[in-house]
Every structure is written in structure tokens, then in C-alpha cells.
């Protein structure tokens, strides 16, 4: 298993407050995390950071203890982003210059031929199995809320004025709830984890085609897209073969 990415703080943007952290061939554990962070003056950045490091900190502390199981293994990511809301909402509330701090979380742990994903916000997991792309996660927005509602349609949310606005991030609250997801993963299946630096400028169909045009690392390809398109955020894309 081999992990490739890229972030970039786009063309728009001063400082990129994306962050991220994976795992290498004869790591003992395969853990891949993307955040991208929110709110004031280096807020984002400091609470993307501390999201990503909480995480990864408390997994790797309490991996080897936790049995390998579906329900334990999916409780301890879960539990790994329930600990990182702490973290950083503790940090948010004592520190007055990153109080409106916040950040998505993605979480995907890799055991046995399963994925172990926590998912709190609009950053994305897609998997790629043969000739489809299916995405693991749903953002947890405002647009989303309005197309689950039937109020405006997928091609409508593209250009929605509030395609931005978040139901849930880490940090904002005391407590958060992440949704989890357990999937199979095969030995030809490919996992893209990103920020919506990169969905809001490329399409779903133009990034599976990149990733099909480059069979090793697609990401830089997939990021260099985005800036050509506009690059209108920070833009983080990981490529896990």
C-alpha cells in the first residue's frame, strides 16, 4: 500500500489551513487523515493541525490494545475524533484569538481488507473500484441538507450561494458526533481523501478521469486541476493505492 499527496494553498488564499497526516508501507498502522480548518486569524490552521495530531496521537496510543474487530476497530476511530473535538474546542475556548475556531475531520483506517472512516464536515472519501467512483462520505452542509430535502438538485448545488455553510465541525461544540462507515477494500481499489478545495473545482467526472490517466501519484495532477480552474481554497489531495 502506497500513500501520495499534495496540498496547496491555492490561488486565492494566504495561508493553507488544510492538514493532514498518513501512513507508509511497514507502518504498523495504516491511518490516513485530512482537516480542513476554519475561523479567524490562523484559526483554521491551528485547529486543522490539532485535529490531525489529537487523532493520530490517540489511535496510535491505543492501537495495539484494541482488539481487531469491527466494532472495536470503528469505536476507536470514532472515539479518536470524539477526542480531537475536545481538543481543539478546549483550545478554541482558553486561547481569545481562536475562538471561532473549527475544522472537517476525515479518518480512514485501513485493517484486514476494511475501511474505518469518522467523517464530521464537507472533506470528502471517495473509493474507486474498476471503472466506478463511489463516495464514501456526505457533507455535512447546508446545499447537502437542501438536495436531501429535495429543495434544489445536485447540478443546482454547484453554484449555491451557501455551498460553504457547515451542519457540523469539530470544534465547534463540547460534543460531536461523527458519522462512521465500515467498507471493503480490495487490492486494485483506490481511495481518494480531499478537501473541498478540490471538489468545488473539479468535477467528480474529471477527477476520476485523472486519477485513471495516472496510475501512481494522481494528486498533484488532481491539484494542479483545481488551480487552473480557479483555485479558489486550499486544495489537499491524498492518493491511497
Do not use: W
Not at 6 to 24: A, C, K, L, P, Q
Not at 85 to 114: F, R, W, Y
Not at 127 to 154: N, P
Amino acid at each position: 500500500m502506497q500513500a501520495y499527496v499534495t496540498s496547496d494553498v491555492g490561488m486565492t488564499r494566504e495561508i493553507n489551513e488544510d492538514y493532514f497526516s498518513v501512513s507508509y508501507p511497514g507502518d504498523e498502522v495504516q491511518l490516513f487523515i485530512i482537516a480542513d480548518g476554519m475561523g479567524g486569524y490562523n484559526g483554521g490552521e491551528v485547529a486543522s493541525k490539532i485535529a490531525v495530531q489529537s487523532v493520530r496521537n490517540y489511535i496510535i496510543s491505543n492501537y495495539a490494545e484494541t482488539e481487531k474487530n469491527r466494532e472495536t476497530l470503528i469505536e476507536l476511530v470514532k472515539a479518536s475524533v470524539q477526542y480531537a473535538n475536545m481538543v481543539v474546542h478546549d483550545k478554541a475556548s482558553s486561547t481569545p484569538e481562536v475562538q471561532h475556531m473549527g475544522t472537517t475531520i476525515d479518518v480512514c483506517l485501513i485493517n484486514q481488507g476494511k475501511l474505518y472512516i469518522a467523517h464530521v464536515g464537507d472533506s470528502r472519501i471517495y473509493r474507486i473500484r474498476k471503472e466506478y467512483m463511489r463516495r464514501l462520505t456526505k457533507d455535512h452542509s447546508y446545499v447537502q441538507q437542501l438536495i436531501d430535502q429535495g429543495k434544489i438538485t445536485k447540478e443546482q448545488s454547484i453554484n449555491h450561494p451557501d455551498k460553504n455553510m457547515l451542519m457540523k465541525a469539530l470544534g465547534i461544540s463540547s460534543y460531536v458526533e461523527p458519522d462512521t462507515i465500515v467498507k471493503g477494500y480490495l487490492k486494485d481499489d483506490i481511495i481518494l481523501m480531499c478537501t473541498d478545495g478540490l471538489t468545488n473545482m473539479v468535477s467528480e467526472e474529471e477527477i476520476y478521469k485523472i486519477i485513471k490517466e495516472n496510475p501512481t501519484d494522481a494528486s498533484k495532477p488532481l491539484v494542479q486541476q483545481a488551480n487552473d480552474n480557479g483555485g479558489r481554497d486550499n486544495i489537499t489531495a491524498i492518493i491511497i493505492r
